[in-house]
């Protein structure tokens, strides 16, 4: 896990962008997140799988994920390489399915319409902080939980779990 992740803009400014948008429930069957990718965000941008680059993240309005629970949304853009979602809000169940699965969701006031489509962006998760490396300009947001950075280092809430779980039993 990185300090700093650096990566280009996919900004989607929409509000409620959904988990059948992100991953259409076509492909629901699949579970293999190589796979998944090649479909992630199509129905909303047909080009995404081509231009997003490992590293990349998505942009995106109010209540991103919103809809039915489904890992599959996390899995497909993992998959693709989208290293973080920095909205401007999250639904309730995609921001714990990206929590337990030690994706970063990142909540920052009004990025969707600060943010340009391309642009380089610098996130800083442990200190709060995305700056766009083309205008400059820097947004905060809330640093993440603890027990939130602890699941991402180990990968997985399952893996945190078995971790605390190993270390209680050396005591």
Not at 9 to 29: F, G, K, Q, S, W
Not at 34 to 40: D, F, I, K, T, V
Not at 77 to 97: K, M, T
């Amino acid at each position: 896990m990185s300090d700093v992740m650096t990566g280009r803009a996919h900004v989607y400014p929409r509000a409620d962008i959904n988990t059948d948008e992100i991953i259409p429930a076509r492909y629901l069957m699949v579970d293999d997140e190589a796979e998944l990718a090649r479909h992630a965000m199509e129905d909303i941008d047909p080009a995404f799988g081509a231009k997003v680059q490992p590293g990349d993240f998505v942009v995106a309005g109010a209540n991103f994920g919103c809809g039915s629970s489904r890992e599959h949304a996390l899995w497909a853009l993992r998959g693709a390489g989208v290293a973080a979602v920095i909205a401007e809000s999250y639904s309730r169940i995609f921001l714990r399915n990206a929590i337990n699965n030690g994706y970063l969701a990142l909540e920052v006031a009004g990025i969707a319409t600060a943010v340009e489509d391309g642009a380089r962006l610098e996130v800083r998760p442990a200190e709060g902080l995305v700056r766009d490396l083309d205008s400059g300009r820097e947004y905060r947001f809330a640093q993440l939980p603890e027990f939130a950075l602890e699941i991402r280092r180990h990968g997985h809430l399952l893996d945190y779990l078995r971790a605390r779980e190993a270390a209680e039993e050396r005591r």
